[in-house]
């Protein structure tokens, strides 16, 4: 039992590669979020994704696209990366509803955009 | 303006000491309520749910204020393990979008 899988850990791109983030999860959860954390910002919401189909633009969506494709995966992809957006992503899930619902995050990928 | 904020610390505290973080948030529509703990950029994990009643864990009491719109969480009796982040965060949209404040760094001395 994974819970929830991010790859890869640690990615360096160049201005202007692109790149997708993966992550998926076995807990059958519903909610999906991709939030990403800079010093001293906290987690800030990026895209989630309420079930499976639906994605809505969290806080910073600028940059970035999303495709939730099933109920297990929602990648997060960069399409012209830019410095900017050097930054360690985290992947969550929640059942929302649950009456112990919570936040479930991955481990973390650190992407750095040269 | 963040929809939910936190004063960010650092607070530096002795052994022993209490410590209490507020979190204010701006929507009033928010439905759930956490405190998660993030040691050292890994992953933050949750600390406790925030209920309407306010609720206790052991050292950690957390209290919700609808009125004035905040969160706060009490630590008693503080533990150099308790050295951490600790960021609240807001649920709306029918809880599934969360939203986390910038964070409070605690350090606890010896």
């Known amino acids: 039992n994974a819970g929830v899988t991010q790859t890869p850990k640690f990615q360096v791109l160049k201005t202007g590669q692109s790149m997708t983030l993966q992550c998926a999860q076995d807990m059958n959860h519903n909610s999906m979020y991709w939030y990403r954390q800079d010093p001293g910002m906290g987690l800030r919401l990026i895209y989630y994704?309420?079930?499976?189909?639906?994605?809505d633009k969290g806080e910073v969506p600028n940059g970035y696209n999303v495709s939730r494709l099933n109920k297990r995966e929602f990648s997060l992809r960069l399409e012209s990366a830019a410095p900017s957006q050097t930054s360690v992503y985290f992947c969550?899930?929640?059942?929302?509803?649950?009456?112990?619902?919570?936040?479930?995050f991955g481990s973390g990928t650190q992407l750095s955009v040269l | 303006r963040k929809e939910v904020e936190q004063d960010p610390g650092p607070f530096n505290v002795p052994e022993g000491a209490t410590v209490a973080f507020n979190c204010t948030y701006s929507?009033?529509?928010?439905?759930?309520f956490f405190w998660y703990r993030q040691d050292c950029r890994k992953e933050p994990k949750l600390l406790m749910s925030v209920y309407s009643s306010g609720n206790e864990d052991g050292r950690f009491t957390a209290q919700l204020n609808r009125a004035s719109q905040y969160i706060s969480l009490l630590i008693r009796d503080s533990k150099l393990s308790d050295s951490a982040t600790y960021l609240c965060?807001?649920?709306?949209?029918?809880?599934?979008?969360?939203?986390f404040g910038s964070g409070t760094r605690l350090s606890i001395r010896p």
């Open positions: 969550a899930t929640n059942l929302v509803g649950a009456t112990n619902e919570k936040l479930f």
């Open positions: 965060a807001g649920g709306y949209s029918s809880a599934s979008k969360i939203i």
């Open positions: 929507n009033s529509a928010s439905q759930s």
């Open positions: 994704s309420a079930s499976e189909g639906t994605t």
